[in-house]
């Protein structure tokens, strides 16, 4: 039983570790938790977190020959990810933002699920980020069971990470309430600029 326990603790302290790097995700989560509420910004996080249990499922087990294939079409990956993130960048500056309506809510939080999670498996560097860990735990190639409890740590620490980032972010929405045009523009030119980086760097 402890020995299962540390193990989650490790995939734990593996996922906060990886998601904690303010990056792209991070400015689009603190826009949606600003402009669309809490919810929103929950939801951007469950799809960043169910990414890297992906590929926290992917390092776990040691699949080499995916993480080959995944690393091998890392430029194109990085591309179309970057131009997702332009995308929202510039959806961001307009200030695209759905409806009040129940159906529109729902839809809203779908996409907002929906596009972390794609971003998040977009970047090939993340998945040499859990392998890179996992090697420093010594996790790599554990039993199913093991990896399992690894990947339920990992995801578990990811969405700690991002429901924390999203609660602080809500506190604090007031402060901004009346600046949101201002915070939209902000990050939106954030996000364009990642997403311009990962162009490049293409």
Same mark, same amino acid.
């Given at each position: 039983?402890?020995?299962?326990?540390?193990?989650?603790?490790?995939?734990?302290?593996?996922?906060?570790?990886?998601?904690?790097?303010?990056?792209?995700?991070?400015?689009?989560?603190?826009?949606?938790?600003?402009?669309?509420?809490?919810?929103?910004?929950?939801?951007?996080?469950?799809?960043?977190?169910?990414?890297?249990?992906?590929?926290?499922?992917?390092?776990?087990?040691?699949?080499?020959?995916?993480?080959?294939?995944?690393?091998?079409?890392?430029?194109?990956?990085?591309?179309?990810?970057?131009?997702?993130?332009?995308? =929202?960048?510039?959806?961001?500056?307009?200030?695209?933002?759905?409806?009040?309506?129940?159906?529109?809510?729902?839809?809203?939080?779908?996409?907002?699920?929906?596009?972390?999670?794609?971003? /998040?498996?977009?970047?090939?560097?993340?998945?040499?980020?859990?392998?890179?860990?996992?090697?420093?735990?010594?996790?790599?190639?554990?039993?199913?069971?093991?990896?399992?409890?690894?990947?339920?740590?990992?995801?578990?620490?990811?969405?700690?990470?991002? =429901?924390?980032? /999203?609660?602080?972010?809500?506190?604090?929405?007031?402060?901004?309430?009346?600046?949101?045009?201002?915070?939209?523009?902000?990050?939106?030119?954030?996000? =364009?600029?990642?997403?311009?980086?990962?162009?490049?760097?293409?």
């Amino acid at each position: 039983m402890y020995s299962d326990l540390l193990l989650f603790m490790k995939g734990a302290v593996i996922g906060f570790s990886v998601a904690a790097p303010l990056g792209p995700i991070g400015f689009l989560c603190l826009q949606r938790t600003l402009t669309n509420g809490t919810a929103h910004g929950f939801a951007t996080g469950l799809g960043v977190a169910m990414a890297d249990g992906v590929y926290g499922v992917t390092a776990a087990l040691g699949l080499m020959a995916l993480m080959d294939t995944l690393v091998g079409i890392g430029p194109a990956l990085r591309l179309l990810g970057g131009l997702f993130i332009l995308w =929202i960048g510039w959806r961001i500056l307009r200030n695209e933002s759905m409806g009040s309506s129940e159906q529109n809510e729902k839809a809203g939080l779908v996409k907002a699920f929906a596009s972390a999670f794609g971003l /998040t498996l977009s970047n090939p560097m993340t998945i040499l980020s859990f392998l890179a860990i996992f090697t420093s735990f010594n996790l790599v190639g554990e039993s199913n069971t093991s990896a399992l409890l690894v990947v339920a740590g990992v995801f578990f620490g990811s969405l700690g990470w991002w =429901i924390t980032l /999203t609660i602080l972010t809500t506190v604090f929405r007031g402060l901004v309430q009346d600046k949101l045009t201002w915070v939209n523009r902000v990050a939106g030119v954030v996000v =364009i600029c990642f997403g311009l980086a990962a162009v490049v760097g293409f």
